[in-house]
Each structure stands twice: as structure tokens, then as C-alpha cells.
């Protein structure tokens, strides 16, 4: 592994895995926010990392082993499956480095309370990237939620389906060793999101469209929830969206409903209407397209680790949704992974 005088960063990132998540995710949107700087990559194959960086313009390179013991790495970011992120989270964590785990936290909420414990114990701190949640679109989102604009809520639906075409064979999202499947892909962002809009769920019901290729992935669940107070949510999280996909979020009240677009990368298009029970439009907004949302998150890791101040990305709060996600497998008649 190349070593490098250290850059003048407050962050120093190094990635866990060359797959495009860790470009668009990390590399991109670091060289835009002052105080990160991604100092290094890691890959299973070296000569994998090599050529990221040489293509990226990153300093060093070499194995997962090389990048934990690389003394400028501060932020260690997981760009891997996530049935491998506690062994990596783990091990990073013991090296004295904190962890961002791209989402989900983890395979499922036992081995993401793993991911908790193992900060704790190791003085350093743990996030998952859910990204969107720093987006100031998300933030106007949440707070027309709990305005009480849209009156008694009544129900909630959202709809996370990825196009038909996205997610083909081959695909790591299909491979059930690798703990993929339509919930843990685009699910626990649902999941997520009614979490810090009202508290905790209960899961009352869930149906998958199974894989033929793999019987433990799900293309396609509906689960039907429950939030506190009662109000029913149904979600659905897909693979077998149609062409344009969906990422959209309904909330109907006793005085308006809440339309969502685009909410999981509000930088593509996002807009929020309410619209009152007699029709007239209450609230009509759309997300800045020039507000990024990686961008925002690191960021805000900056002044966390900065400051020491709780986060929205802590993994003891990640490790609620996982809990939820393993409860709509159950209910769906799958294993949590």
C-alpha cells in the first residue's frame, strides 16, 4: 500500500470495497466538503483498489487489512454487503477507527446490536448511512409530518419499488448469501423514515413475491404496520417496480394528505404537496437539486465527531430498523438474514 504524507483533512475516510456505492457515495461528494478527505481504498482483490484509485486519484491502495492499519484513516465507510458489515465494522472499530456502514447497519438486528456494542466498547462511534435524512428536504418533510397541519393521521402509505429493469441477474441484491432482498435494499429506508416521523412500528402482516433463482429473496413484500396510536401504514418495498419506479410517500389526515416524490435521493426531483380535505393546496415544495445528500452527511459527521453530539445515524438507533426489517421477514414466512 502506497504511503503518503497525510492531507490537511479533519476526516481521513477509507472504503472498504471498489463498487460503484463507494464512488458515488464517498469519493464524489468528499471532494466537495471541506475537512473530508478520502485517503485510501481498500478491495478484497489489491489490484481491484489499485485501479480505483488510480482512476479516482486517491492516495493509497491495497487489501481491508491495509486500509485499518493506515494511521490517516479516521472514518472507516463500508461499501460492502451488509451480511459482512459486522465482522468489518468490528474489526475497524478494535483498529480505533469509527464506522459508517453504507445501509442497511447490518444483515439483521443481532449482528447490528453487534455493531453498537463493538463502538461502545471501543470508545468510537458507529453510524449507517441513511443519507436522505440530512437532506434538508427530509428535515421539511419531517416537520410538516408533525405540524399538525394534516390533522388526526388516518394512514400511511409508501411505496419504494426500484424499475423492473435495475436489479438484474447477477446482481448482489439477489444473492441471498450476501443478505439481499427488496426489503433490505429499499424496505429499510421505509422503515427508517416512519421511525423518525412517529416511533416505533409494530408489524402486523407481511406477503413476499419470492425469487425463483433464490427462495430467501424477496422481489417484492408488503407488509401492512402499525404506528403509535394505532394508525395503520403499509409499505412496500420492490424490485418489480414499472419503468419509472417509485419512491413516494402518502400521509392522509383528517384535515389534509401528505404527498411525497423521490424521497429516498431527494436530490432527484423530490417535491412534498398537502392538500386540504376540500382540494386547495396547503403546501407545495420541491428539494433543491443542488442540496446533495451524501454531501450532507458527511458533513455532518464532521461536526459529530467534531463535537461529540448525538446523531441521527447512530447505530443503536439502526439497530430498531433492523429489528423491524427481521419482524417483516418473519411475517412474510422468510428468516431474517
Not at 7 to 25: K, N, Q, T
Not at 131 to 145: K, N, P, Q, V
Not at 268 to 291: C, K
Not at 300 to 312: E, N
Amino acid at each position: 500500500m502506497a504511503v503518503l504524507p497525510r492531507r490537511a483533512v479533519m476526516l481521513g475516510v477509507g472504503i472498504l470495497g471498489a463498487g460503484g456505492i463507494a464512488e458515488r457515495a464517498m469519493v464524489e461528494p468528499a471532494r466537495g466538503v471541506d475537512g473530508v478527505g478520502v485517503v485510501a481504498i481498500g478491495a478484497r482483490d489489491p489490484e481491484r483498489a489499485r485501479a480505483f484509485a488510480d482512476r479516482l486519484d486517491l492516495p493509497a491502495w491495497g487489501d481491508y487489512d491495509a486500509v485499518l492499519a493506515d494511521p490517516r484513516v479516521d472514518l472507516v465507510y463500508l461499501a460492502l454487503p451488509p451480511v459482512v458489515h459486522a465482522e468489518w465494522a468490528t474489526r475497524a472499530l478494535a483498529a480505533g477507527k469509527h464506522v459508517l456502514c453504507e445501509k442497511p447497519l447490518s444483515a439483521n438486528g443481532t449482528t447490528a446490536a453487534a455493531i453498537a456494542d463493538a463502538a461502545d466498547a471501543a470508545g468510537r462511534r458507529a453510524f449507517v448511512g441513511f443519507h436522505y435524512r440530512l437532506h434538508g428536504f427530509i428535515a421539511g418533510l419531517l416537520d410538516t409530518i408533525g405540524s399538525g397541519v394534516l390533522g388526526e393521521v388516518k394512514l400511511v402509505e409508501i411505496d419504494f419499488s426500484i424499475p423492473h429493469f435495475v436489479v438484474q441477474p447477477g446482481n448482489i441484491r439477489l444473492d441471498g448469501d450476501l443478505a439481499g432482498g427488496a426489503v433490505m435494499d429499499v424496505g429499510c429506508y421505509a422503515v427508517d423514515l416512519m421511525r423518525a416521523a412517529w416511533g416505533e412500528l409494530e408489524v402486523v402482516s407481511a406477503t413476499a413475491q419470492i425469487s425463483d433463482a433464490d427462495p430467501r429473496i424477496d422481489l417484492q413484500t408488503d407488509a401492512e404496520l402499525r404506528l403509535p396510536g394505532g394508525i395503520p401504514a403499509l409499505l412496500r418495498a420492490s424490485f418489480l417496480g414499472d419503468d419509472a419506479g417509485a419512491m413516494w410517500v402518502r400521509v392522509d389526515g383528517s384535515a389534509a394528505s401528505l404527498w411525497a416524490t423521490s424521497v429516498i435521493v431527494p436530490q432527484w426531483g423530490a417535491t412534498l404537496t398537502v392538500t386540504s380535505t376540500d382540494g386547495s393546496v396547503l403546501r407545495s415544495v420541491a428539494a433543491d437539486p443542488d442540496e446533495n445528500s451524501y454531501a450532507r452527511q458527511l458533513e455532518h459527521l464532521v461536526t459529530v465527531l467534531g463535537d461529540g453530539s448525538p446523531s441521527i445515524l447512530d447505530a443503536r438507533r439502526g439497530v430498531g430498523t433492523m429489528r423491524v426489517v427481521d419482524e417483516i421477514y418473519r411475517a412474510a414466512g422468510l428468516q431474517p438474514r
